[in-house]
T-cell receptor, first 110, second 115 residues
Framework: QKEVEQNSGPLSVPEGAIASLNCTYS??????FFWYRQYSGKSPELIMFIYSNGDKEDGRFTAQLNKASQYVSLLIRDSQPSDSATYLC??????????FGAGTRLFVKA | NAGVTQTPKFRILKIGQSMTLQCTQD?????MYWYRQDPGMGLKLIYY???????DKGEVPNGYNVSRSTTEDFPLRLELAAPSQTSVYFC??????????????FGEGSRLTVL
């Protein structure tokens, strides 16, 4: 069974700090990795995707991928109260099958 | 911009009843998915489809059935509802290929309670 593991949290950070979210996956052949944000009672929405080893930056968000360690992370710089949500790590394998981790709840304190 | 549309948004079922959750997308995506999300948990893949006439099981398929007769529609059938099927169900669609990121587009969810 393919698995995606995340620390469920909650992770609490003060406003303006860096939030660091982590994810590990079991299938070494996985090729595509995604971070989704989900506000309470809402649908998930894509924040970042990453395919290659290294870092990928988009505004305040940076995704990091290490395929050798089967590890994906998301850094949120200058965290804002509006960033408070559940962050879901997702891994696609077999070309189209996408599975999700349990999610990490993030609270940003004003 | 309709995107992915799910109906109904809310439903209460009695144990043993059956029902169908409807999902329609207007983005001409080949890939469609059904996930369930239990309280405080992530998404679990129930079934997915890579195109009309093609479906396959996900992580938690027991108690569910799907069909994909058209590109647009991907209904999820619950037979003999059980309390363990109380959950929020999300339908999603996506496309792969050189010009696509692999992003999944989600419907608003269907909240099902089995009593």
């Amino acid at each position: 069974q393919k698995e995606v593991e995340q620390n469920s949290g909650p992770l609490s950070v003060p406003e303006g700090a860096i939030a660091s979210l982590n994810c590990t996956y079991s299938d070494r052949g996985s090729q595509s990795f995604f971070w989704y944000r989900q506000y309470s009672g809402k649908s998930p929405e894509l924040i970042m995707f990453i395919y290659s080893n290294g870092d990928k930056e988009d505004g305040r968000f940076t995704a990091q991928l290490n395929k050798a360690s089967q590890y994906v992370s998301l850094l949120i710089r200058d965290s804002q109260p509006s960033d408070s949500a559940t962050y879901l790590c997702a891994v696609r394998y077999g070309g189209f099958k996408t599975i999700f981790g349990a999610g990490t709840r993030l609270f940003v304190k004003a | 911009n309709a995107g992915v549309t799910q109906t109904p948004k809310f439903r209460i079922l009695k144990i043993g009843q059956s029902m169908t959750l409807q999902c329609t997308q207007d983005m001409n995506h080949n890939y469609m998915y059904w996930y369930r999300q239990d309280p405080g948990m992530g998404l679990k893949l129930i079934y997915y489809s890579v195109g009309a006439g093609i479906t396959d099981k996900g992580e938690v398929p027991n108690g569910y059935n799907v069909s994909r007769s058209t590109t647009e529609d991907f209904p999820l059938r619950l037979e003999l509802a059980a309390p363990s099927q109380t959950s929020v169900y999300f339908c999603a669609s996506g496309q792969t290929g050189v010009e696509n990121t692999g992003e999944l587009f989600f419907g608003e969810g269907s909240r099902l309670t089995v009593l």
